[in-house]
């Protein structure tokens, strides 16, 4: 399932780098229309503290259907890949935290949980996770599934990474990223997003379409 940060969030953080500043206060109204504030450099997808690089996205009644729906075809992408190599699975309820789909040999002898990230052909962001996401599961059948979806006539990409793996990965990179000046030394300041794509890919690209879980 994909994960956005909430209004309140976006808000908190931008008024905390600067990135908006006076028009956060602007923009707080129109909460029930759904604003989002993201800043975005290049396609590391970090935060920054320049307003001009910030972008604000809408998120229309509509264009979160359309997210919804893309998240959602995510799951049963996984769920038809994994059925189709033997496996049990199941798309969980929407109020299961963390578990989007759950497999099991037909035997019952295991079982496996996956957290799906889903990314639309249009998104060329990438994947916006949280702070949530560096939480380190109690067990090590858990993985994330990232899915980059394709056209209506090919068969979207996966990358099925062991979750504590990913988590201390994104931990740790992160941190590295705090730890670096930013332009004209400027400290960075934390924040709870946390962001992923294509181009990080290469550090899992053994996990990439690998199956054999």
Do not use: C
């Amino acid at each position: 399932m994909q994960e956005t940060p909430t209004v309140k969030t976006a808000l908190t953080l931008a008024r905390s780098l600067g990135s908006v500043g006076a028009n956060a206060e602007q923009i707080a109204p129109k909460r029930g229309s759904g604003w989002y504030i993201l800043a975005v450099r290049n396609t590391r997808m970090e935060i920054l503290d320049n307003q001009k690089h910030a972008r604000q996205i809408a998120m229309t009644d509509s264009s979160r259907s359309t997210y919804n729906i893309t998240g959602v075809a995510g799951e049963y992408f996984v769920a038809a890949e994994l059925s189709r190599r033997g496996w049990v699975a199941t798309v969980t309820l929407k109020n299961t935290p963390n578990i989007d789909v759950i497999a099991t040999t037909p035997d019952g002898l295991r079982s496996i949980n996956f957290q799906v990230k889903t990314r639309s052909i249009k998104n060329r962001y990438g994947w916006i996770l949280n702070r949530t996401i560096e939480k380190l599961m109690p067990a090590d059948d858990f993985y994330i599934v990232f899915v980059d979806l394709k056209g209506l006539e090919e068969r979207p990409d996966f990358y099925l990474i062991p979750r504590n793996l990913f988590s201390k990965w994104i931990a740790e990179r992160h941190n590295q990223w705090l730890a670096t000046p930013g332009r004209s030394g400027r400290v960075h300041v934390d924040n709870p997003i946390r962001a992923f794509d294509k181009p990080q890919f290469e550090v899992f690209e053994k996990y990439h379409n690998n199956w054999n879980i």
